[in-house]
């Protein structure tokens, strides 16, 4: 259990003889599966601290996440009308800005996941994000599969998806570092937890729960503090949502950080094999892809029945409110004609002395 909760990441020590002209020893193949499955992994802890040590060394990737999280809070939550005063933008000049907000917060996303995974991690921002463009189809095409294969898994009595998703836990690792594309990154991800899930999924699970506590609780004593204090304009300043959001966006790059530590160390006693398990997330990859058709078209279907619903109400009251017009011009035109006959003044005057009796 006190390697769960703290234990130093293992460090790679010089070898002497690396230099010399002596070849390494081979390590059995027989041997790996048994170094894999007993490896003791970094405690949560320990992955906290190097995911902190990450974020105060790269403060420009974490003030770049900042900037983009804060925008996207704005505009989407407070409608334009938060802190900016975005208001008096035209709706297309707001959805372009909207489309910038999430396009930036991806490109940052990507950059932070190549500045986590590169062997070089004092690269510059400016060298990250002109690396990004390459890693864009790649990473939606992987991302894309991943939420078809969990997606299935939750179809087929929910607990297969929560067992898929702890499997894939690498997979943008796999992607960036081992440069595995589509299904070959789901699989070596599961290469690399296998054995370990467990362990893998409590150290994951750990690390976010931490990670959400710290990032409430001091979203909730900026806010608290603000309130108090005549800072900025208090309607947005003193949000607990948006502080969360910052916050969380501070913990984002602690926790890809966290995790890319936990991929290096079961990277490191398994390696790259044949990939395994194809035809299993194939057919997930399949049901996800199905649901998801299914799904769809089912709320086309449910919105075309409502649209028709409405269309056959407004035809119907529309008719009703011509009849009904119809009816009182009929009534007026009947009227018109009883009045211009010879009975009809002393038919009216008996009616006017009944009611005054």
Known sequence: MLHFIYMEPEKTQS????????PPAPVKAETVPAMASEQKL???FALLSEGFSFARDRVDLVALMLASSALLYLLFEEGGEGLFALSFLSPVAYV???V????????????????VTTTDQRQSLSTLIRSTPALILPFLWVATLTGFAVMGGFMIF????????????????TLVRENK???????????????????????????????????????????????????????????????????????????????????????AVVPVAEPKNRGLYLTFTIIGVFITAAMIALLIF?????????????????????????????????LEEFKALPESEAVLNMEGEVTEQ
Request: no cysteine.
């Open 15 to 22: 070898n002497p003889e690396a230099n010399s002209s002596v």
């Open 42 to 44: 970094p405690g949560v």
């Open 96 to 98: 372009g800005l909207l």
């Open 100 to 115: 910038f907000a999430f396009v930036g917060y991806f490109l940052t996303t990507l950059a932070l996941v190549l500045a």
């Open 158 to 173: 929910i607990i297969p998806g929560i067992i898929i998703s702890g499997y894939l836990s690498f997979i943008y690792f």
């Open 181 to 267: 594309r589509g299904l070959e990154a789901l699989m070596r991800s599961h290469e690399l937890v296998e054995g370990k899930w467990w362990g893998v999924v409590l150290r994951i699970m750990g690390v976010y729960i931490l990670l959400a506590f710290m990032s409430f609780a001091l979203a909730f004593i900026v806010s608290m503090v603000i309130k108090v204090l005549p800072i900025g304009p208090a309607g947005v300043m003193s949000s607990t949502d948006l502080w969360f959001s910052i916050m969380s966006s501070v913990s984002g790059v602690v926790a890809i950080r966290s995790l890319m530590v936990l991929y290096e160390a079961r990277a």
């Open 302 to 334: 449910l919105f075309a029945s409502d649209s028709s619903v409405i269309d056959s109400y407004e035809v119907t009251n529309q008719d009703w409110l011509e009849n009904k017009e119809a009816t009182r011009e009929l009534r007026d035109v009947n």
